[in-house]
Structure formats: C-alpha cells, structure tokens
C-alpha cells in the first residue's frame, strides 16, 4: 500500500471538473455503497483510495478485499488528500478509480429496449441521479440524456443514483426532436409529463401497448414546446396540495411506477 505522488494527487483532484473527467474518460467514486455496487459492475476499476481512519474501522471491508483479491492498486491518502480528490465534506473514507464506459449512440429496438425514459435538460444532479435509480428500480434500462442536461458522471449524479449507473445504459443526443421522428418509425408511444396533460390515472384506459418512450423534462421549465407538441400522450399527476407541482425525480418514479403496473397487468 503506496502513498499518493503531488502529481498523481493533481491528476485525481483534477477529476472533480467536468472538462478533466471528459479527457481522461475517468472518475472518481466515493462511499462504501457506490464502491461495493462499482465491484459488481463490468466498469474497469484502476485503483482504491482509502484513509487509515477508514482501515481502522474497516479491516475486512468489501472494497479492501476485494481489492486485494482482484490485485488493485491501493493508495492510503489522509483526510486532506481525500476530500481534495472527492467533492464530499466528510466523506467515508474509501473511493475509486474507474474508467467512464465508453459513448453509445441509441439505436432504437422496440424488441431488446421497450421502455426508454428520455431526460430533456434535467439540471439538478441529485435529480439527475434520483431518476436513475427509480428507473433501475421499475425495469428501464436504458436512459437518452437531451442537450441541457446535467454531465451523468458528475460525483453527485454518481452517487445519487445508489449504484444504478452501473445498470443502465446511458446515451447521450444531442436532439430529442430528431430522436422522437426516429422513435415513431419504430412504433414507440411517446409519454410526456405536461402539468398540463391527461390525468396519469386515465392512461390505463387507453394504455399504451408495445415500446414506449416517457420524457421528463427541466425543473423549472418542463419540456420543450416542440417535445411535448410530438407526444401521443401529455399526462399530469393530480393531487390536492398547494405546491405548483412535484419534483421532477418525484413526479419521474410515479410515472414509471404507473407504466409498470400497466405493463405488468
């Protein structure tokens, strides 16, 4: 177990950024939960970072061994070189060196991808993350991220998403315009959340049979004009609160719960 050179501590604190994680097509994963669920991906790991605090505490823990088992590099950093190369305050303790798989391009397949959730500018990571693990949960494993959304290996996405990243194929497109067009050649029925749709509970009236697309769109200001306008179905979630609507990784679990019942019934 080596201790971390000034220039190796540069280059992983530099992955905190965007710009550094897009050149290196590398991040950093923090927290015992997000590591355990990084060692039972197919995500090619480089090297485990851990503090003596976090041995201590931690002798026969999961990451270690199976670090050890599987020949990993192990860096013991102190607290100060841990918070500099992870984004968290006061984290665990015991993060991850991983490669960021590499960029696909969704073909559509309504046969092998019958559900996809399309995102058009999600902004907030947490959200972000949240959506990705509620989609991990009701079965939609495939994930189309539109222009304006929120970089996917941001650390808060990452470990918002409680490991769901590592199930579930993300793409990225630039026009979910485009996508839409090349969806219906497909027989995808498109799924909007609109506060000004149908209400969600009616769609079991006229579920919607075969591959479907649900998009969500930005917190603020929902989906685009041109998106919602291309759906074959706007729906709303009623409720009786005062609030102007839920939040977008709320109001995204409640949809995909009720397509899941439907496609289960």
Same mark, same amino acid.
């Given at each position: =177990?080596?201790?971390?050179?000034?220039?190796?501590l540069?280059?992983?604190?530099?992955l905190?950024?965007?710009?550094?994680r897009q050149?290196?097509?590398?991040c950093?994963?923090?927290?015992?939960r997000?590591?355990?669920?990084?060692?039972?991906?197919?995500?090619q790991?480089? =090297?485990?970072?851990v503090?003596?605090e976090?041995i201590k505490?931690n002798k026969?823990?999961?990451p270690l061994?199976?670090s050890?088992e599987?020949?990993l590099?192990?860096r013991?950093?102190s607290?100060?070189?841990f918070r500099r190369?992870?984004?968290?305050?006061?984290?665990?303790g015991?993060?991850?060196?991983?490669?960021?798989?590499?960029? =696909?391009r969704?073909?559509?397949?309504?046969?092998k991808?019958?559900d996809?959730l399309l995102?058009?500018?999600?902004?907030?990571?947490?959200?972000?993350g949240?959506?990705?693990?509620a989609?991990?949960w009701?079965?939609?494993?495939?994930?189309v991220?539109g222009a304006?959304?929120?970089?996917?290996?941001?650390?808060k996405?990452?470990?918002?998403s409680m490991g769901a990243?590592?199930?579930t194929?993300?793409?990225?497109?630039a026009s979910?315009?485009?996508?839409?067009?090349?969806?219906?050649?497909?027989?995808?029925?498109i799924?909007?959340?609109?506060?000004?749709?149908?209400?969600l509970?009616?769609?079991?009236?006229f579920a919607?049979?075969g591959?479907r697309?649900i998009?969500?769109?930005?917190e603020?200001h929902?989906?685009s004009?041109?998106?919602?306008?291309?759906a074959?179905y706007?729906?709303?979630?009623?409720g009786?609160?005062s609030a102007d609507?839920?939040?977008?990784? =709320?109001?995204?679990?409640v949809?995909?719960?009720e397509?899941?019942?439907?496609?289960m019934?």
């Open positions: =177990m080596t201790s971390l050179s000034r220039r190796e540069k280059w992983f604190a530099s905190s950024q965007k710009k550094y050149e290196y097509r590398q950093i994963l923090e927290g015992v997000l590591c355990e669920e990084a060692f039972r991906s197919n995500w790991l480089h =090297m485990l970072f503090t003596a976090y505490r026969e823990a999961l061994t199976l050890r599987g020949g590099d192990i013991q950093v607290q100060s070189e190369i992870t984004d968290t305050k006061s984290g665990q015991v993060a991850l060196l991983a490669d960021l798989p590499k960029s =696909m969704f073909i559509p397949n309504s046969e991808t019958p996809i995102l058009d500018a999600i902004a907030d990571p947490g959200n972000l949240t959506l990705f693990r989609a991990d009701f079965g939609v494993r495939h994930i991220l304006g959304t929120v970089e996917w290996s941001n650390p996405v990452l470990r918002s990243v590592f199930r194929s993300l793409y990225e497109h979910l315009d485009s996508l839409l067009n090349e969806l219906k050649k497909f027989d995808y029925q799924i909007a959340a609109d506060l000004d749709g149908t209400p509970p009616e769609l079991k009236s919607p049979s591959s697309a998009i969500l769109g930005n603020a929902g989906i004009r041109s998106i919602s306008t291309s074959d706007n729906v709303t979630i009623p009786e609160g609507s839920l939040n977008v990784a =709320m109001a995204g679990a949809i995909l719960y397509l899941y019942c439907i496609r019934s």
